[in-house]
C-alpha cells in the first residue's frame, strides 16, 4: 500500500506521498486508470506526481489556498529554469534565511519566480518542512543539524526538473477547496478521482499557515457527501470524534501512519471515500468503521 518514493521537492507535515500505490490501484479497479487526478490540498503534491509519472494519471490538478505554496508549484511549471538558477547561485546561509523569510511573509517585493523560491528555500531549511516553524539548527546554528542539512541542491534540481517536464499535463489553483469543489466538474472529466487530505483536526494550527476551524471541516464533509456532488473522492483525516461523526454517511478505515514532525509517532488516521468506490483491501484494513 505504501511507497517510499519522493518525488517533490517540497518536504510537508503529514505527507501522504507513500499512498500513491493505494491511490493508484483505487484508480484501476474502478475504471479511473489514466484519467484525471484532483488534489484540493496538495501541499507537496507526492501523490499526484508519482501517479502522473508512471502513467496512473493523464492530468493532475494541484490546488493549494497558501500563496506561498501555490507560488513554488506556479515557479516550478511555468519558469522551471529560472528556479533552477535561482537554486543554484543562493548561499545556504541565515542571512539568506532571514531574506528569503521576509519574500514569504510578503514583507520585501518579489517577482513570482522569487515567490516560489522563497517556499522551497524556507521549506528546506525549516524544521520539519513547516513554513511558519523555527530554522534547522537555531538561530545561533548551536543544533546538531544546520539549516542546509535537507537542503540537497543536486537532488532537488533532479526533482524540479521532472516535474517541468510534465508541465502541461499539471494544472495548478489557488483556491478554497469548497469553491473548488463545487466547480470541479467544469474540467475534471467523469473519469476523474479526487483525494483531498485536508489540516488536520486537532494539529493543523500549529503546522499550516492555512488551517481549519470545526465548521471549514463539516462544510467539507457536507458537500462530499451531498447527493449532487457526482465525483469520484476519498477522503483521509486525524481519527477523532468529531471527523467520524461528519462522515457517519461514508464508509471507512483507520490506518497508521509514521510522522516525523517535531518527534517520531504512529500517527491513527481514518479515511473515508464515496460509495460508489470499491477500494480494495477495505475488508482487510485495521478497523472497519460502521457505514
Known amino acids: 500500500m505504501y511507497s517510499n518514493k519522493l518525488y517533490t521537492p517540497l518536504r510537508y ?3 501522504k506521498a507513500r499512498f500513491a500505490p493505494f491511490i493508484a490501484e483505487v484508480m484501476q479497479s474502478n ?47 511555468k519558469y522551471p529554469e529560472a528556479l533552477l538558477k535561482m537554486l543554484h547561485d543562493t548561499p545556504v ?8 523569510r521576509a519574500i514569504m511573509r510578503g514583507e ?19 524544521r520539519s518542512g513547516i513554513l511558519k516553524g523555527g530554522v534547522i539548527g537555531g538561530k545561533a546554528q548551536a543544533g546538531d543539524y544546520k539549516l542546509d542539512a535537507r537542503l ?45 487530505d485536508p489540516p488536520y483536526y486537532v494539529k493543523g494550527r500549529g503546522l499550516y499557515r492555512n488551517f ?17 456532488f457526482k465525483q469520484s473522492w476519498i477522503v483521509s ?6 471527523i467520524c461523526h461528519m462522515y457517519q454517511k461514508s464508509n471507512g478505515f483507520t490506518y497508521g501512519l509514521n510522522y ?4 517520531r509517532y504512529i500517527g491513527n488516521e481514518v479515511m473515508f471515500f464515496s460509495r460508489k468506490l470499491r477500494i480494495p483491501g477495505a475488508e482487510k484494513a485495521d478497523t472497519q468503521l460502521a457505514a
Open 152 to 196: 540537497k541542491k543536486e537532488v532537488l534540481a533532479s526533482r524540479i526538473e521532472r516535474i517541468a517536464s510534465h508541465a502541461g499535463n499539471i494544472t495548478v489553483y489557488c483556491e478554497d477547496a469548497k469553491h473548488l469543489l463545487l466547480r470541479s466538474s467544469e474540467f475534471l472529466p467523469a473519469k476523474s478521482l479526487i483525494y483531498l
Open 212 to 228: 481549519y476551524g470545526h465548521d471549514d471541516h463539516v462544510a467539507i464533509a457536507k458537500v462530499l457527501q451531498s447527493n449532487a
Open 260 to 263: 516525523t514532525a517535531h518527534k
Open 108 to 126: 520585501l517585493p518579489a517577482d513570482a519566480i522569487e515567490r516560489g523560491f522563497a517556499t522551497l528555500f524556507m521549506n528546506r531549511t525549516n
Open 93 to 100: 546561509t541565515m542571512e539568506q534565511w532571514h531574506h528569503w
Open 31 to 77: 475504471g479511473l486508470a489514466t484519467g484525471h487526478y484532483l488534489e484540493p490540498y496538495a501541499g507537496g503534491a507526492g501523490v499526484a506526481l508519482e501517479l502522473l509519472f508512471h502513467g496512473h494519471a493523464s492530468h493532475v490538478h494541484i490546488n493549494d489556498l497558501d500563496p506561498a505554496i501555490n507560488a513554488f508549484w506556479v515557479a516550478v511549471t
Open 237 to 242: 483525516y486525524d481519527n477523532v470524534q468529531e
Open 13 to 15: 507535515p503529514g505527507g
